[in-house]
């Protein structure tokens, strides 16, 4: 069965700083990987999407992330962090028929002034 | 199109009593899903539509949930005799085939506290 991890439960980082969130997947087929952010008590908000093609994919708010097939991974990055980026971060793999969507457990970030 | 919309918000109920939960997806989008959230976790999948269709439930839904889409639009989440740990976000999100169902958008969520 697939699964995602986040090996980061909380993390915290200075505005301005450059930001890296970790995330692994376990999948049989092509996965299907994708960030969201979640703010408190707002739902999910799609930040990007790898299906296949260029494994450097750009995203909303100025994020990006990398998949790496070797590495079962499939990290976010940000190269300077704003205050409004403090929220809970979830990657989550899925299949192309839209069904079996697994989320990890996410990764709370806090962002100092 | 506003999104996905999910009503109530917030929802407190004592435990025994039922509760029901309306998502209201954006239109013309023919998957609507259901997901559970707990503190501190991501979403669990519950069950999700095609259209009116229930396609596929999760183990975690259990006989005192049920879901409904008659119409193929909206759809209602009820929950039978609620228990303390029922308390959790309940999700929903829709999907279009055109964006081939991989990109789910989500709603709000309905907050569900039982006391």
């Known amino acids: 069965a697939q699964s995602v991890t986040q090996p980061d439960i909380h993390i915290t980082v200075s505005e301005g700083a450059s930001l890296e969130l970790r995330c692994n997947y376990s999948y049989g087929a092509t996965p299907y990987l994708f960030w969201y952010v979640q703010s408190p008590g707002q739902g999910l908000q799609l930040l990007l999407k790898?299906?296949?093609?260029?494994?450097l994919v750009q995203g909303i708010k100025g994020f990006e992330a990398e998949f790496k097939r070797s590495q079962s991974s499939f990290n976010l990055r940000k190269p300077s962090v704003h205050w409004s980026d403090a929220a809970e971060y979830f990657c989550a793999v899925g299949d192309n028929y839209g069904q079996n969507f697994v989320f990890g457990p996410g990764t709370r970030l806090s962002v100092l002034p | 199109d506003t999104g996905v919309s999910q009503n109530p918000r917030h929802k407190i109920t004592k435990r025994g009593q039922n509760v029901t939960f309306r998502c209201d997806p954006i239109?013309?989008?023919?998957?609507l899903y259901w997901y559970r959230q707990t503190l501190g976790q991501g979403p669990e999948f519950l069950t999700y539509?095609?259209?009116?269709?229930?396609?596929?439930k999760s183990r975690l839904l259990s006989d005192r949930f049920s879901a409904e889409r008659p119409k193929g639009s909206f759809s209602t989440l009820e929950i039978q005799r609620t228990e303390q740990g029922d308390s959790a976000m309940y999700l929903c999100?829709?999907?279009?085939?055109?964006?081939?169902?991989?990109?789910?958008?989500f709603g709000p969520g309905t907050r569900l506290t039982v006391l």
């Open positions: 239109s013309e989008h023919n998957r």
């Open positions: 999100a829709s999907s279009d085939r055109l964006a081939g169902y991989n990109e789910q958008f």
């Open positions: 790898y299906f296949s093609g260029d494994t």
């Open positions: 539509f095609q259209n009116e269709a229930q396609l596929e």
